[in-house]
């Protein structure tokens, strides 16, 4: 199985800071990888798919790159909303694997 | 708009046994593959099974193989996983999840809370 090592595993951050979480595949993976964002109790929610495409309703402030083994999830101006728990995804192939998960927290 | 509700969870001693339901709507259930994922509490996300729309692949994280089977019935829009020989470390919560086989999950459900416990 593919193995994605995520990093940091948390951080913490002030409101309108510019946070960058990265994601690394132990094979390339092309740019079969999503982000997703969780909150307490809830379910998650896709918020990247393909590397680098927004899904729709998600705010321009969230944006991905990368390809190959290396990719970024990038919040440009954090906002109080985005406080939560980030996983990368690969759906390259069978198993799929997460990410071990960043917890973005109020600094 | 797509609804995917789990059931089936509750308590379960080591050993035991357990299925889960999955009920789909809002979009065409047998086009898309669908996708067991757990939370262990207070942990991260673990993917555990997937099927694809017309059921000719399942697969499995190592951690179930052999112990888990995912399965579906498109007539009735539903998705399973049966659970056998049960460990504490089973315990999480359960999410019923779709997307493209060769793409990513895109909606999920509020999931279900599996307990392994004597």
């Known amino acids: 199985a593919i193995q994605m090592t995520q990093s940091p595993s948390s951080l913490s951050a002030s409101v309108g800071d510019r946070v960058t979480i990265t994601c690394r595949a132990s094979q390339g993976v092309r740019n079969d990888l999503g982000w997703y964002q969780q909150k307490p109790g809830k379910a998650p929610k896709l918020l990247i798919s393909a590397a680098s495409s927004l899904q729709s309703g998600v705010p321009s402030r969230f944006s991905g790159s990368g390809s190959g083994t290396d990719f970024t999830l990038t919040i440009s101006s954090l906002q109080p909303e985005d406080f939560a728990t980030y996983y990368c995804?690969?759906?390259?192939?069978?198993?799929?694997?997460f990410g071990q998960g960043t917890k973005v927290e109020i600094k | 708009e797509v609804q995917l509700l789990e059931s089936g969870g509750g308590l379960v001693q080591p050993g035991g046994s357990l299925s889960l339901s999955c009920a789909a709507s809002?979009?065409?259930?047998?086009?898309?593959?669908m996708s067991w994922v757990r939370q262990a509490p207070g942990k991260g996300l673990e993917w555990v099974s997937g099927?694809?729309?017309?059921?000719?692949?399942?697969f499995y994280a190592d951690s179930v193989k052999g112990r888990f089977t995912i399965s579906r019935d498109n007539s009735k829009n539903t998705l399973f996983l049966i659970m056998n020989s049960l460990r504490a470390e089973d315990t999480a919560v359960y999410y019923c999840?779709?997307?493209?086989?060769?793409?990513?999950?895109?909606?999920w459900g509020q999931g279900t809370l599996v307990t392994v416990s004597s």
């Open positions: 999840a779709s997307g493209l086989w060769s793409g990513p999950i895109d909606y």
């Open positions: 809002g979009f065409t259930f047998s086009t898309y593959a």
């Open positions: 099927i694809s729309g017309g059921s000719s692949g399942a």
């Open positions: 995804l690969q759906d390259y192939n069978y198993p799929r694997t």
